[in-house]
């Protein structure tokens, strides 16, 4: 365990939604739950998974994003990485208690048009509102 990373996922990763086994089968552990700095945006990709793109604190409409922290070997998390959608990559995630983890990330081309959702503070209080939200 002395290697392992620490990664941050805000969405279908989480414990208990449809891609956790992922995280499992890579040799990963769930260390605690944990929010983002004030300095991100969250959307919603066709209501099919979520995409953070961090953009700073001076913007108004940044929030902090509810996330796991999870601990894995590098080798985990390239084989994590390699069954993400096109459009997520891995980054540095700015924690609310000042420490910063790896973390899985948006890139900008793949929120255009999407429904930001930051306002719900995080993709299962944005899923538990409802298909209408």
Known sequence: ???????????????????EGNLIRAGADFVREARTARCYRLYSVSDAYPAMIRTGPDDPCAGSVALEIWSLPP?????VFAGEPAGL?????????????FGMLGEPELVRGMKEITAYGG????????PNS
Not at 1 to 19: D, S
């Open 75 to 79: 080798e985990g998390l390239a084989e």
């Open 123 to 130: 993709w299962r209080a944005y899923t538990a509102a409802g």
């Open 89 to 101: 990559c891995i980054g540095r995630v700015f924690l609310e208690d000042g420490e910063t983890v």
């Open 1 to 19: 365990m002395r290697n392992n990373v620490l990664f941050a996922v805000n969405g279908t990763l989480m414990r208990g939604l449809e891609l």
